[in-house]
């Protein structure tokens, strides 16, 4: 068989490999080492051709030099995909053969000129890598399924190795004179070396990535089945928070309250006291049932929301009402400075609950003696809620937390959370501004559906003030006024 034949066919073989490994490279980016993989089928296929050339091409000197030192670097990037394939560190093993290798050229190039002790040289550091590539070959053999493939690539790269370390001797003992191509038994058994050993870890790195996907798409399929095992596991919470928790614990806060209340007679002090305590702990549990509830309402999109044209400042001012006494359990007051008439697109009952999200989260974190500020403000086709407190403001590395849950020490730490969820079904936004050591001012803003014609019919009659002590201002005729209200949490009128 002419050997340059043998050479240029293994030149095409490996240039199909090259093509081959891209493709699987360009289909799996995540698996580590691929692209270097690639490459060294490239540098291959140069490697075997710059060898194989006619004498008159290139001076054989050069061709042998370029030609061996693009293997080279090939066995170079093998050892290195190999290494990135099975999440090695990289060590100094390949710069050092690099030297090495850099070091002996140039010495033999022109303190010693020897053709023959390049190619020896370059033998032995390619037969170093490919023993180190070897070793890391055979980590793969301690999984089960990267066994096989593994097994392949150890057995492609120590024939290749065993061959390199033949060349090795016959230059360092046989051949006195180098002959570029010959047709002699050595040359030939490496070309069909290389060639069988390219084609065998071409397979097994293939191998590899098939064993690698296959093991990510179990591990997927057995996260899925996890997810749904805590599906399962949350509804049941759930269901368990509904039935089991929600309604013994309306008829405890019911029996508190009667008690409380004096339905059974006057009750002493020390004993007025204990159900003042147990009625204020039934509240809290019963807000922090209604908070989970609703968060896994709005989490797995079943929160129902019945919108309807409501009115803002009516609404506004009955969650004030409805949270006057929780206040002055805090010692604050909540007035309302301002609510100008205006109407949005909204559910009541959910718009109500934010709004006391936001009323509860102020007093909280108003000093005692605080007052709470509340208004209601037109501006650029919205209609905008603003909820002032004068604590201590929220400080900086706490403020990209706010809004998700549990942040809050205080409360349930889901109101806000909630909050924003249901502004933002609504097409709303919300946000707050905060100075520290000053307070802190949540607001929330949605279309305001009377914009266009407040456009046309010209300026309104101006805001509904109110008094500092939070009432409506009367006028002349001694009675309040207020814009139609028909929407309230639980159907309720102002009248």
Not at 58 to 75: D, F, R, T
Not at 396 to 412: C, I, N, R, Y
């Amino acid at each position: 068989m002419d050997v340059r034949t043998l050479l240029f066919a293994n030149a095409l073989v490996f240039a199909i490999l090259a093509a081959t490994m891209i493709l699987v490279w360009r289909g799996n980016p995540r698996v580590e080492g691929l692209s270097r993989l690639a490459r060294v089928h490239v540098a291959m296929m140069a490697g075997t051709v710059f060898i194989g050339l006619e004498p008159g091409a290139l001076p054989a000197h050069l061709s042998m030099v370029v030609g061996n030192a693009l293997v080279i670097l090939g066995v170079a990037w093998l050892l290195e995909g190999l290494r990135e394939r099975f999440a090695l560190q990289r060590d100094r093993t390949t710069r050092i053969a690099f030297l090495l290798w850099i070091s002996c050229l140039l010495f033999f190039l022109y303190i010693q000129s020897s053709l023959r002790a390049r190619l020896l040289t370059t033998s032995l550091v390619a037969l170093v890598l490919l023993l180190r590539a070897t070793w890391t070959a055979r980590l793969g053999l301690r999984k089960p399924e990267e066994r096989a493939p593994s097994l392949l690539l150890l057995s492609s790269v120590g024939l290749l190795a065993l061959l390199f370390a033949a060349r090795s001797g016959a230059y360092s003992a046989i051949t006195r004179q180098v002959v570029p191509i010959s047709s002699d038994g050595l040359t030939i058994a490496l070309a069909t070396a290389s060639l069988l050993a390219g084609t065998g870890w071409t397979f097994g790195v293939m191998m590899l990535v098939y064993a690698r996907l296959n093991r990510e798409a179990a591990e997927a399929f057995r996260s899925e089945a996890d997810l749904r095992r805590i599906e399962r596991i949350k509804d049941d919470f759930v269901a368990i928070v509904s039935h089991e928790l929600r309604t013994p614990l309306t008829s405890i806060r019911g029996s508190i309250g009667l008690l409380a209340g004096g339905v059974a007679g006057e009750m002493p002090d020390a004993a007025q006291s204990l159900l003042d305590i147990a009625a204020n702990n039934c509240e809290r549990l019963s807000r922090l049932i209604n908070d989970i509830l609703d968060m896994e309402k709005i989490e797995s999109g079943k929160m129902a929301f019945l919108p309807a044209a409501v009115e803002l400042a009516p609404l506004v001012e009955q969650a004030v009402l409805s949270n006057r006494d929780y206040a002055h359990g805090f010692g604050v007051e909540i007035h309302v400075m301002e609510a100008v008439p205006g109407r949005v697109m909204a559910d009541p009952d959910r718009l109500h609950q934010v709004v006391t999200n936001l009323l509860s989260n102020a007093v909280r974190y108003s000093p005692w003696n605080g007052i709470v500020e509340v208004r209601v403000r037109r501006g650029d086709g919205k209609l905008r809620v603003a909820v002032t407190d004068h604590g201590e403001g929220i400080p900086p590395e706490f403020q990209s937390q706010v809004f998700k849950k549990f942040a809050s020490t205080l409360g349930t730490g889901l109101g806000l959370s909630i909050s924003r969820a249901i502004v933002e079904h609504h097409d709303g936004r919300i946000w707050f501004e905060t100075e520290v050591g000053a307070g802190t001012t949540f607001s929330f803003e949605l279309a305001d559906l009377d914009a266009a014609d407040l456009v046309e019919a010209g300026p309104s009659q101006g805001p509904i003030l109110y008094t500092p002590a939070g009432g409506p201002e009367l006028p002349s005729g001694g009675e309040a006024t207020y814009p139609s209200a028909r929407f309230f949490r639980g159907q309720e009128r102002l009248s």
